[in-house]
């Protein structure tokens, strides 16, 4: 069960895609007619459909790889569902009674503008999908009345029990394993990829200049923030924890050799020249249930939303009277 799927609507996903579409993504189509389900007697219509599809298509399309014919229709099928589920959980909202004022929809409405430099950039944005204002913000509506629904029709009936925080814990030890982090700050001489002898002499200049005024007492945090290269000099060369397998091969093996305190020797990545000093090493270790306990909790919630979605679902469809003509 795809909650996000659920809840965030084809226009407010395509509103997020805009920026980088794909050609045909972004072109102006003639609307389709025709309805491709109906829900409790409301049509969920072609053009609809295409609208939910089109953002889908385009993570496909960025793959890569070609699509299968079996594989679209298995999407498009579950695209549709995905539709239909959203119709049925906004049709229960409105049962309900359950409304959202303007003042959210704009709000949230505000928050998609912002993503465009300009007001006539969204519009014509708009433009390009055949989408108007209207329709993103009823989507938006639709979108945050189905989240009032979830908020208080089916969270507040999840239960996580101390025992059930427990028996995760234990269930899944290789999870709460930790493994040898080490804290250090670096200094960056960076080195294009494609540096001649002579821009490489440079950067090494510049890297050995910087080793020799650490050697004299020099202060490390002071010299990144005056020649450091990387964003992080900013901070003082801080890069904060990192275990194995985050960073470059020579990067790590030269920073895990180290002890805290120390400052490497020169070392050379893909990236440029580094010098690494390591303040502080921690050992490999599991991390407590009490520490890990919040992060179960958070688990077992999206657990319990997702059943919980799907078990409302399932009785709302038991109800329902569905016709899909896909």
């Given at each position: 069960m795809n909650v996000r799927g659920i809840c965030r609507g084809a226009v407010l996903t395509a509103l997020a895609l805009t920026l980088t579409a794909l050609p045909g993504w972004a072109e102006k189509k003639p609307a389709a007619e025709g309805?491709?389900?109906?829900?409790?007697?409301?049509?969920?219509?072609?053009?609809?459909?295409?609208?939910?599809?089109?953002?889908?298509?385009?993570?496909?399309?960025?793959?890569?790889?070609?699509?299968?014919?079996?594989?679209?229709?298995?999407v498009r099928k579950k695209t549709l569902e995905?539709?239909?589920?959203?119709?049925?959980?906004?049709?229960?909202?409105?049962?309900?009674g359950i409304t959202v004022d303007d003042a959210a929809v704009d709000k949230q409405l505000a928050s998609f503008k912002a993503r465009f430099p300009?007001?006539?950039?969204?519009?014509?944005?708009?433009?390009?999908m055949?989408?108007?204002?209207?329709?993103?913000?009823?989507?938006?509506?639709?979108?945050?009345?189905?989240?009032?629904?979830?908020?208080?029709?089916?969270?507040?009936?999840?239960?996580?029990?101390?025992?059930?925080?427990?028996?995760?814990?234990?269930?899944?030890?290789?999870?709460?394993?930790?493994?040898?982090q080490v804290k250090a700050s670096h200094i960056l001489i960076k080195l294009d990829a494609n540096a001649d002898e002579a821009q490489k002499a440079e950067a090494r200049k510049k890297i050995?200049?910087?080793?020799?005024?650490?050697?004299?007492?020099?202060?490390?945090?002071?010299l990144?923030?005056?020649?450091?290269?990387?964003?992080?000099?900013?901070?003082?060369?801080?890069?904060?924890?990192?275990?194995?397998?985050?960073?470059?091969?020579?990067?790590?093996?030269?920073?895990?050799?180290?002890?805290?305190?120390?400052?490497?020797?020169?070392?050379?990545?893909?990236?440029?020249?580094?010098?690494i000093r390591v303040d502080e090493k921690k050992p490999a270790t599991t991390i407590a249930f009490e520490e890990a306990r919040p992060k179960i909790e958070g688990v077992l919630k999206r657990e319990g939303v997702r059943k919980g979605m799907s078990e409302y679902i399932d009785a709302l469809k038991k109800k329902a009277k569905i016709e899909r003509f896909l």
């Open positions: 309805n491709i389900a109906l829900v409790n007697g409301k049509a969920i219509t072609q053009s609809a459909f295409d609208q939910e599809m089109g953002p889908v298509l385009q993570r496909m399309k960025m793959t890569g790889k070609p699509v299968a014919d079996d594989q679209l229709a298995e995905n539709m239909i589920d959203r119709e049925l959980l906004y049709q229960d909202s409105s049962q309900k300009e007001e006539a950039q969204f519009k014509q944005a708009l433009e390009k055949n989408l108007t204002e209207d329709i993103i913000k009823k989507q938006i509506r639709e979108q945050l009345t189905i989240q009032e629904l979830v908020d208080t029709q089916i969270i507040p009936k999840i239960k996580t029990s101390d025992a059930d925080i427990r028996k995760y814990y234990d269930e899944h030890p290789d999870f709460f394993k930790q493994s040898e050995e200049d910087i080793q020799k005024k650490l050697k004299e007492g020099g202060d490390f945090a002071a990144a923030k005056e020649a450091s290269d990387c964003p992080s000099g900013k901070s003082g060369g801080d890069l904060g924890s990192f275990g194995r397998g985050q960073m470059v091969r020579p990067f790590e093996e030269a920073a895990f050799a180290a002890k805290p305190g120390e400052i490497t020797d020169i070392v050379e990545t893909r990236f440029g020249y580094h010098l």
